[in-house]
């Protein structure tokens, strides 16, 4: 495991305005550190109320896919939402199904096959949709890149409808409409929505034109939870949809949402975040991993209790099976690239991987190692690759520059894939190093940890995390605040976990005692110091009823100062 890399963030400059504005020292440093610099922004950000929505109807070709989607409610049309595999296309899906069938639409849900039909439009899909007689498909979270597709089923007779939030190619499919914030020329004030957020919007532009503005509340428990999901940033506008949307799943109404929420032992009533992305995200994207899915979209729109419960339970299975399976595939991997001494690019493939879990793999690979890391399911003529990389290393330019032996790839810097004749493999693999060698040479390749502030832990008592909590919700874009405190005494020590890969510690500095855990830490108990620089942030425990502060330790090292 690599140690971090701490990157102290610049203090606020004096005569700031942000100091200006009633806050603490400490709160006015996190206000300057999130780029808030006027009293406006900073109102807005905290109050993150729906002032930050903006008007659906700026929406590039809103008009037109509204008026394509009224004339398909009139007249009776069969009509079809064709959303992604992921949480986020799922829960888009969700809104617009149950949204439209409330306006009367015939409306059917199609989710693609992860393995068979891959990421975006499929035309043997659309080609079996309008053979069941529909004739206007609207598209969740794809769409935007499928101009062979959409072509295609226009030539059959088939409207498409795109909403979507990838960036465009050069050129727009030839669609009814292609409602996409990312669009060169939109005027819409936000281009960082989920995919589930442009449906919402767009829903929203529907039920504007006949007063049901007031029902579209309704549906912001799938906002948030599509949002959080797909790691979009939460600023502008995504604080407002998953603020509010928070305050929505916390009034437990969707049978499904509450039975996986037991499963996962989630306090639903409490629910925030880092619950949604580390225990309902994972289980709700383990159906398409495995199998399809649809089991949970139909967990999403249940209003049975008792199939809520089924539905929960079969997730549950398939999430401990993806796990198991993670675990075998990861070990493999990580013998792999261990093997080949580690590079700046790390490569492992093997016909044995399952294909709905080497993106989890590449992605754990990625971060043990700090490497941009690629896991291929080697087929006899085809394979697949899944990559995930470090913010040094821009994964799709690299790609790009290897279009030639691929058939098919996409994605962003971060995270991307592709499909490829498996007699190139030794070819791309070779050209993918030099670049990752060329472009990372020198570079300290380690995470980088960013502090808020240095503090004391005396400074983390009293209303410390009430003030803080004025900065929720929290995720990408808005880490949860980050502190470091110098020379703390360690009082008590001991590791935890089956394995003892964490820690539990209490912690002592000018008579201040504090509880704190460190997961993933257990091997620092060995030749542990008296005293410590710990870099943290401040969780609330709840257990029986009761709440507890404590420590949430990130990063720990001997104290310097002593």
Known sequence: MNHLRWNLLPLVPAGHPVTDCGFSPLLAQLMYNRGLTNPAQIDAFIKADS????????????????????????????????????????????????????????????????????????????????????????????????????????????????????????????????????????KYPFDELAGVGVAYKFLEALYKGIGWEKQIANYLDLVALGTVADMMPLLGENRYLVKQGLKELSKNRRPGIREISILAGIDIANIGTEEISWALAPRLNAASRLEHALTSYKLMVTESTEEAQDLSILLEEQNSERQKMTSRSLAKAREQVQAKGIAPLLIASDPDYPPGIIGLVAGRLSEEFYRPAIVIKVGEKSSNGSCRSIPEFNIINALNECHELMSDFGGHDRAAGFTMPTKNLGRLEEKLGQIAEEQLEGLDLRPKLDIDAVTTLSQMGGETYQSLQSLAPFGMGNPVPTFLSRSVEVVTCQTMGNNGDHLRLRLKQNNVNWEAVAFGLGERSKGMHSHIDIVYNLRLERWRGEERLRLNIQDLAPSKQR
């Open 51 to 186: 002032s930050l929505s903006g008007d659906p109807l700026l929406l590039p070709d809103i008009h037109q896919a509204i008026n394509r989607v009224y004339q398909g409610l009139l007249s009776g049309e069969k009509i079809a939402v064709y959303g992604d595999f992921d949480v986020d296309g799922i829960t888009g899906t969700a809104i617009l199904v149950q949204g439209l069938q409330a306006l009367g639409g015939d409306i059917t849900p199609y989710i693609p096959h992860r393995i068979r039909e891959g990421h975006g439009l499929n035309s043997a899909a659309l080609d079996y949709l309008k053979g069941e007689g529909i004739s206007l498909v609207i598209t969740v979270d794809c769409g935007v890149t499928g101009i062979a597709q959409v072509k295609k089923a226009k030539r059959h007779g088939l409207d498409i409808v795109i909403t979507d939030h990838h960036t465009p190619l050069g050129e727009l499919p030839e669609a009814v409409a292609v409602v996409d914030p990312k669009r060169d020329d939109s």
